[in-house]
């Protein structure tokens, strides 16, 4: 009952709020072969032509003597197929560090680049790149090319997700080792731990030496109501999450149209996951630094003698109390359509 109240809440939640995507221009969506096809449609005898998804009317005898060579033509492009799916939200100043990383996932790995520089065939410099997924849309972050172009219908042939940043340094990580890790310990949404070379804001993410994967943590006095929810237990950080498909399915509803940095996300994870204090945990084994390189925070405008960064951080507090704001009613209107009890209310 818990975890139907708990899913429904999510849905409720992306439905009511998630409805109306706004305009976007994308400027470039590109991939190899054995997968472009699979989000690009073109119908000759329509000008009908899109990403992702296209229904177009054809003749009907047209499309039957088509269907024995495009299945020919399917078993030619795609070799194999891969099972998980990688995406970073990046720019092209970045593009050595991202080299780095992907050579860390192995050919069982779908590349998906979201470039918010509008920079793409620059990339084709790696080899890797021209077998990668390229979409841009200019000035855009991780959470909004997710909530448009990651729908669970669309990544349902993958296991798992990963949606990470291109800050992250791996040299203590190996993509399929940390997949035996999670499927070993039965986690739904995780993420490698966090050497803390730097400044760690929750002692979850912190890389623990003596275990494989860790799911509690102790945090500062006050911070957790209880020691099974945020921060202290089923939580992740959306810096570098791992969703299983399963899980995806009832996160996407909970990313928002409009709250495009997705604070505030990592403390509502948990609720798309039956008994998330054993199903969500941090991988210690494999492990990955924060190098805190400059990233979309500098696309920002300088405003009034502040820098770029700073109007960003002030954009994602704010979207942080609206997100937060309407978690709270998704689940009191769940509630009251149920004819349950108000949270801080008793039924008269």
Not at 103 to 120: A, E, R, V
Not at 192 to 205: D, G, Q, R, S
Not at 267 to 282: H, N, T
Request: net charge neutral; glycine share 6%; aromatic share 12%.
């Amino acid at each position: 009952m818990r975890f139907l109240f708990m899913m429904a809440s999510g849905i409720m939640l992306g439905f009511f709020v998630g409805v109306s995507f706004p305009s976007m221009r994308i400027t470039t969506v590109s991939g190899p072969s054995n997968v472009y096809p699979l989000i690009t449609d073109t119908c000759n005898e329509t000008s009908c032509k899109t990403s992702l998804n296209c229904k177009c009317i054809t003749d009907k005898s047209q499309e039957e003597k088509k269907s024995a060579s495009n299945l020919d033509q399917t078993s030619q492009d795609i070799p194999f197929k891969q099972k998980y799916l990688v995406a970073f939200t990046v720019g092209h100043a970045q593009r050595l560090n991202i080299d780095t990383v992907v050579k860390k996932f192995s050919s069982n790995f779908t590349i998906l680049l979201f470039h918010y520089d509008g920079i793409t065939t620059e990339w084709n410099e790696f080899e890797w790149s021209k077998q990668a997924i390229h979409v841009s849309v200019p000035k855009q972050t991780k959470w909004w090319y997710a909530k448009r172009f990651l729908h669970p219908d669309i990544v349902a042939s993958y296991d798992y997700i990963f949606l990470w940043d291109e800050d992250l340094g791996v040299e203590h990580f190996d993509a399929e080792e940390y997949i035996k890790l999670v499927r070993k310990h039965g986690l739904e949404i995780s993420q490698p731990a966090v050497e803390p070379n730097v400044h760690i804001l929750w002692e979850m993410t912190r890389r623990r030496s003596d275990q494989e994967v860790h799911r509690l943590t102790e945090e500062k006095p006050g911070w957790c109501e209880d020691p099974k929810l945020p921060p202290c237990g089923a939580f992740v950080e959306i810096q570098a999450p791992v969703f299983s498909k399963k899980a995806w399915r009832c996160v996407w509803h909970l990313i928002q149209n409009d709250l495009v940095h997705g604070w505030g996300l990592d403390f509502a994870l948990w609720k798309c996951i039956e008994r998330a204090a054993e199903k969500m945990g941090v991988v210690d084994a494999q492990w990955i630094v924060h190098q805190r390189l400059p990233s979309l925070g500098n696309q920002g405008e300088a405003m009034d003698g502040r820098a770029p960064w700073q109007g960003v951080r002030e954009r994602c507090d704010y979207e942080w109390k609206l997100f937060r704001g309407r978690l709270e009613s998704a689940e009191k209107a769940y509630l009251k359509s149920k004819g349950a009890a108000l949270p801080n209310s008793s039924r008269t």
